[in-house]
């Protein structure tokens, strides 16, 4: 194929869309679609210019309003989805940050405004479909619910997940909340990997690197590693970009480490030595 024209290529795209949407004619689509896209194929595909008239025709406008109602719904949906992570993530890190509190006791500040948030739900849904639930009942199942999901993510790590059978025993060293974190992240990419957690002066002459006396990988005085290493080799630069925004989003430090042992390094802040990462 020695030219791939830009209309046939907006004519597949608005053809297929007319299937899924009340507007029967690829015709119509194709036009309307093309207001819209037109600029942008034409700035960011790499193919020879070809010569298109644009419509301008007001009878687009239905169509813009059901492809905006769309992307609305599935903003708002992947919000309401996303919100309660954010609540029980953020809100545990705020605890510890702000007030300095024992790590569960932290992690239950975060639970509590997640159950407050998440009976909210439970409550608007039987509200929509007219069911009726008693507030204790309610308060039950999200209970229920929200601290299963607690204790699993706490407790338990897949070997899938980890490199070695030492990374996983060395799991429960790290603080409640970046177990919490990193449980709730694989859930969303199963082939997350911790390869680094618990750490000890020792390791650092075994590999033959110098000594770091303030690593958040030593257990600090809160009882618990403020820090673990991903896998980012391999793994292609969205997913890691990804991997680092949510980390990010949450309230945890982020570094990038490049070379033969490429990694993330995720590490929540330590009142012991507050400007360590």
């Not at 070809?50 to 919000?79: D, E, M, Q």
């Not at 006791?105 to 039987?126: D, K, M, N, R, W």
Request: hydrophobic share 40%.
């Amino acid at each position: 194929m020695d030219v791939v024209q830009r209309s046939d290529f907006v004519f597949v795209i608005s053809y297929i869309t007319s299937g899924l949407t009340s507007f029967s004619s690829p015709r119509y689509s194709y036009h309307c679609l093309l207001n819209v896209l037109g600029p942008f194929v034409y700035s960011h595909i790499p193919i020879r210019f070809v010569h298109l008239n644009y419509s301008t025709s007001s009878s687009c406008k239905p169509y813009f309003n059901h492809v905006k109602r769309a992307l609305w719904w599935i903003f708002r949906g992947l919000i309401i989805l996303v919100l309660p992570f954010v609540a029980l993530i953020r809100g545990s890190i705020f605890w510890h940050e702000r007030y300095n509190m024992e790590p569960y006791l932290a992690l239950l500040g975060g639970l509590l405004i997640t159950f407050v948030l998440l009976l909210l739900y439970v409550s608007f849904v039987l509200k929509k479909i007219s069911a009726r639930s008693s507030l204790r009942s309610r308060m039950v199942i999200v209970g229920l619910v929200l601290g299963s999901y607690a204790l699993y993510g706490l407790f338990y790590v897949s070997s899938s997940n980890v490199k070695s059978s030492e990374i996983q025993s060395e799991y429960r060293s790290l603080h409640p909340i970046l177990r919490l974190a990193v449980s709730s992240l694989i859930m969303a990419d199963p082939q997350l990997m911790i390869t680094d957690a618990n750490r000890s002066q020792q390791d650092y002459t075994r590999w033959g690197l110098p000594v770091n006396s303030r690593s958040l990988h030593y257990r600090q005085q809160s009882g618990y590693v403020h820090a673990m290493d991903l896998r980012s080799r391999d793994r292609g630069s969205v997913r890691n970009v990804l991997v680092k925004s949510y980390f990010r989003l949450m309230g945890f430090n982020v570094l990038h480490h490049s070379g033969t042992a490429e990694h993330l390094h995720i590490s929540l802040m330590s009142h012991d030595q507050p400007w360590s990462k």
